[in-house]
């Protein structure tokens, strides 16, 4: 069992800089991540960390703006968030999982075993 209890989000206007942190406890896992979910839309894969290696996967999206990083105990990751746009609105959710499979399917939810509650980040134009 893996829980995971984030802290962070907030509001701040476009172009703005917001942090998230969230930190687990178990140990049934070797990928930590962040997801994200607008009102009316599937939740998608932001960052995520292969925490064993600190090799890191972000999505096409955030690249150059979202940067994610852990602990030297694997058991807290981090979102560091810069440039923000209205369309980084969204509940940002930290993600457990323990996964062996190639890097194609990092940042896909079903990879995921364990779920945060969410944090709210909001980007006002």
């Known amino acids: 069992q893996v829980r995971l209890l984030e802290s962070g989000g907030g509001s701040v206007q476009a172009g703005g800089s917001l942090n998230l942190s969230c930190t687990a406890s178990?140990?049934?896992?070797?990928?930590l991540g962040w997801f994200r979910q607008a009102p009316g839309e599937q939740r998608e894969g932001v960052a995520t960390?292969?925490?064993?290696?600190?090799?890191?996967f972000c999505a096409d999206s955030v690249k150059g703006r979202f940067t994610i990083s852990q602990n030297n105990d694997g058991n807290a990751v981090y979102l560091h968030m810069n440039s923000l746009k209205p369309e980084d609105t969204a509940m940002y959710y930290c993600?457990?999982?323990?996964?062996?499979?190639?890097?194609?399917?990092?940042?896909?939810?079903?990879?995921?075993?364990?779920w945060g509650r969410g944090t709210q980040v909001t980007v006002s134009s």
């Open positions: 993600a457990a999982g323990l996964y062996r499979g190639g890097e194609r399917d990092v940042l896909k939810r079903e990879t995921y075993n364990y």
């Open positions: 960390m292969y925490t064993f290696g600190g090799i890191k």
């Open positions: 178990g140990s049934t896992y070797n990928y």
